[in-house]
Nanobody, 125 residues
Framework: QVQLVESGGGLVQAGGSLRLSCAASGRIFSGYAMGWFRQAPGKEREFVAAISWSSSITSYADSVKGRFTISRDNAKNTVYLQMNSLKPEDTAVYYC??????????????????WGQGTQVTVSS
């Protein structure tokens, strides 16, 4: 059974930090790129960050560059999103996702086939 489980969300004041984790089960993690996306109320799901299997390639949305860092521990089947200098506009449900087979375009939602259930991040002003 394929499963992605996010954790680490919560309520934080503006300027604070959170670290999200996404644990993968089964055979879904090995050899695949992973991504983080977010969805705020009333808005479409949007790309946040992505990382290749070897961690040699990372990609970030302009809105989070310099503040967020994606990383992964392949031995633990886990991908992380370190979020610093959080802003109220970062408030959203954050989802991790696994790259689908084939060519990887990090920013495209349809390039990912398995998704977690999401974790809520709320940043107060």
């Amino acid at each position: 059974q394929v499963q992605l489980v996010e954790s680490g969300g919560g309520l934080v004041q503006a300027g604070g930090s959170l670290r999200l984790s996404c644990a993968a089960s089964g055979r879904i993690f090995s050899g695949y790129a992973m991504g983080w996306f977010r969805q705020a109320p009333g808005k479409e799901r949007e790309f946040v960050a992505a990382i290749s299997w070897s961690s040699s390639i990372t990609s970030y949305a302009d809105s989070v560059k310099g503040r967020f860092t994606i990383s992964r521990d392949n031995a633990k089947n886990t991908v992380y999103l370190q979020m610093n200098s959080l802003k109220p506009e970062d408030t959203a449900v954050y989802y991790c996702a696994r790259q689908s087979a084939g060519r990887w375009i990090p920013t495209r939602l349809d390039n990912y086939d398995y998704w977690g259930q999401g974790t809520q991040v709320t940043v107060s002003s």
